[in-house]
């Protein structure tokens, strides 16, 4: 199978990548008929508790398995317009949790604006911070403050406890800005034992596979970087990598498509279906486009409303109705123990 195609500095169309993903393995199912296989007529949502907005794809790095293709060169940021029409819905509306991504989130100029106003109404705010934004530059060293003021619930990714392998998803020099990062969040308060600000790191696979289990590699993480570095952290959360963008890319490159979506495919999870973040999350893309996940949003796939596509004609009653849509990265989030952006789900 060719290898996506390059426009520029950013990967192939999402519709090139669609026409990718329609191409599994011989004798393999689409994840429409493995649903239909198992009973389930479609995945349905629930009653929205979490938004979850993307505040751009600019990013200070550019790592390897980046499902927003995020980096230095990205242009797509949200407004603050949108941020306003983002924050009427939050006055009408009760969400328990607001999670905020990008891209670097606080690379938005007005992230810090907007923090304090939709602080004030909703009572958990999530913020996807990759630690080395908060050395990037000066103007970013107070994060940690600045979180803790607004007692912020920071979330993020961490590939490995060492150095090596850590260096080689997310770039040369990462791994030890990274440690002093998660030095300084210890710091101020976060995830200590004496302390209630919240302090979760992500792990995804390096390669073509399946992560282990949850637990285990939690128990794994903490003793490491607390014997190594003295650093200690709330919750490990555990993603499965979705065949899309740059990993996609990587798949195609290294000549292990066919198999990575056979093991998805073998490791479908009815549970884990019926735990699928999409069933109680919105996406708003950095435009205010609406999307069941995140990784519809990059793949371009809007929710199936007519009447509320965008965050500025937010219609809950029509969210609720609405089908969620699906495609054959869905695999990503059903396989094994289930994925989602808070950790595995069966």
């Given amino acids: 199978m060719t290898s996506l195609k390059k426009q520029g500095n950013q990967l192939a169309s ?17 994840f429409a008929t493995t649903l239909s296989n198992h009973e389930i007529s479609s995945i349905s949502p629930l009653e929205t508790k979490i938004l979850q907005l993307n505040l751009g794809y600019m990013c200070n790095q550019t790592c390897k398995h ?15 317009e949108v941020m306003n029409d983002v924050l009427s819905v939050l006055r009408e509306h009760s969400f328990q949790t607001l999670d905020l991504t990008g891209g670097a989130p606080e690379m938005n100029p007005d992230f810090r604006w907007f923090v304090e106003q939709a602080s004030q109404l909703v009572p958990h705010i999530i913020v996807r911070c990759n630690l080395t934004i908060i050395n990037a530059n000066p103007k970013y060293y107070d994060l940690p403050e600045f979180f803790k003021q607004h007692n912020i ?10 150095k ?6 997310r770039g040369n020099g990462v791994f030890d800005r990274s440690i002093d990062a998660l030095q300084r969040l210890n710091g ?32 794994d993480f903490k003793k490491e970087l607390q014997e190594t570095f003295d650093i200690s952290f709330n919750n490990l959360l555990v993603i499965t990598n979705l065949p899309i963008s740059r990993f996609l890319e990587f798949l195609l490159a290294s000549g292990n498509y066919d198999t990575y979506m056979t093991k998805l495919v073998q ?28 990784f519809n949003q990059m793949l ?6 007519t ?13 609720l109705n609405r089908r969620i849509v699906t495609a054959n990265h869905c695999y990503g989030c059903t396989a094994g123990a289930g994925s989602s952006c808070g950790g595995q789900t069966a």
């Avoid at 090139?16 to 689409?30: D, H, I, Y």
């Avoid at 619930?153 to 060492?162: A, D, I, K, M, T």
């Fill in 188 to 219: 101020v308060g976060y995830g200590t034992n004496d302390s209630n600000l919240q302090l979760d790191l992500v792990y995804n696979p390096m390669g073509a596979f399946l992560p282990g289990d949850q637990a285990t590699l939690e128990q």
């Fill in 153 to 162: 619930n920071v979330v993020s990714s961490l590939p490995f406890y060492q």
């Fill in 14 to 30: 999402s519709a090139f990548q669609l026409e990718v993903l329609k191409t599994l393995p011989s004798g393999t199912p689409s």
């Fill in 66 to 80: 980046c499902h927003v293709d995020a980096g230095p060169d990205r242009k797509e940021i949200m407004t603050r």
């Fill in 267 to 294: 490791a479908f999870n009815p549970a884990a279906a019926a735990g699928v973040m999409c069933r109680d999350t919105l996406s708003v893309g950095w435009d205010g486009a609406l999307y069941d996940c995140d």
């Fill in 164 to 169: 090596k392998r850590t260096d080689r998803q």
């Fill in 307 to 319: 009447s509320s596509r965008n965050i500025r004609d937010f219609d809950a009653e029509a969210l």
């Fill in 300 to 305: 371009e796939l809007p929710v199936a409303t």
